[in-house]
């Protein structure tokens, strides 16, 4: 009796040594590791009419909506890649990374969105534009649609409100995957959930849809939908095509903000709202449970016939589920979920239905343009939250990075968001064995960043926007970045910083 109360005493002793003290990491890279950069068609190129291209949704709603952008920008122009992409790829290569993240513009290739009408200037510029990032000996991470809309496809009611997007996406996708067999990465579509929130709900991206409860999901099916059918196209058509495909996820990283019951559901609501909602649908199959109930249930409160959320057919389910070959993940910060009192079911929008408010911690430091926060473990808890929910899979982290206000070189702020949220990747790796192969910095460079117009300054390199011989400019974390691929080793284990924590 004695004896066993002694032993039972000394395995929980070192049961829970062991989980106080996991095994430590030493800053190093594992083996196959990448890193890399980003940029999208749109907001780099310029160049929005010449050479046969056709409108985007985004250089309408620019042009007609001023006031919709913080500096009444557009991106008529913006860093002119289309021009000097020969010296931004380049510079690319100077920071000693693999992964050159860029996108396809639909109407730069079909200007008016269909595939009866082919524009040989924009075949022929990503042609140029592949062979250069190869030339250097790094992969061509290709998405295939990064929000670039044809505006003709919209103007004829083709958007992502439409179930005839997804024909017209496919083609676009098969044209562009039979012309550019070099891209070395497929990433089908770009953050669907911000796509579908703040172009379908909130309005403030292109098309701008102020949205009543309806209009976001049903993007999100639309979405998930064309995921699915691009994916099985292209394991159809290309077999002999040894690239992986998958679409770029964000997923930012919820808290609850207080211990109570209610904010910690209010919390996992929001995480399933955000990223549930595409993760659940691709990697497990439908929609999140909770999603499901959620708006069903709102919607008998009110005595509505129809259904708010489009129903999956079981082929839908089937051929949307396992449309990824790894989980292409953008992240980038932290917020606070708090409980909302259910709201008049009568006033339908997709915030009463998830029925939270957010916020940040008020010592965590949050960006110039007041959206996001800097929250290193985040990206570790959100990984391995998606490894707890959705299995084992290899994760590319496709979107990871920090703005400032492009008023200093001495950009120390990415310097050290790198850093932490890096070492925190590295953590997950070793300590949790989440499969995470490489990080894709956003971004290469400053741009055109959506509806912060030139406000938010996320590159490695500065450019003075009314500079007009458009003169890249390295920031100190131009190299760091360089140093930290050639190293491929971060000092982890001693803060070398003051972040307002605590993490
Ligand atoms: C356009 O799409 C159709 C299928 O919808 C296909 O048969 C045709 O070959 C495509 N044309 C081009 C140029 O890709
Ligand atoms: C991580 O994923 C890669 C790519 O699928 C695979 O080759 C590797 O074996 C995986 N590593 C682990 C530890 O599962
Ligand atoms: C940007 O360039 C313009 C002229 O091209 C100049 O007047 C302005 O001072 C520059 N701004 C910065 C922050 O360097
Ligand atoms: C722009 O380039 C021209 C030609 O190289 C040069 O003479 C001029 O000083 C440059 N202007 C700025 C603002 O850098």
Redesign the pocket.
Known sequence: MAFSMRFTILVLTICSLSEQTPKKHNGHFPKHFLLGAGTSAYQVEGAWNLDGKGPSIWDEFAHKHPERIIDHSNADVTIDTYHRYKEDIALASSLGIKLFRFSFSWPRIFPNGYNTTINPHGVKFYKNFIREILKYDMIPVGTIYHWDLPLQLYNDGIDWNHPGIVNHIVDYARYVIKTFPEVGIWVSINEPHTLCHLGYSIGVLAPGIKGDGKQEYMCAYLTLKSIGAIYRMYKKEFPHYKAKMAPALDCQWIEPKSNSKEDEEAANRQREFKCGMYYHPIFIGDWPPIVKERIESRRLKAHIKEPRLPKFTPEEIEYIKGSADFIGLNHYYTALAEDLKESDPNVMSYGNDVGTVNSFKPSWIVENNGLFSIVPDGVRKVLNWIKKNYGDHEILITELGVTED??SLNDNIRIDFFTDYICNILSAVYEDEVNVTGVIAWSLMDSFEWSNGYKSHFGFYNI?I???NKTRKPKKSAKFFRDLSQTRKLTCDKPNRDWPGPF
């Open positions: 492009g008023s003075n009314t500079d007009p």
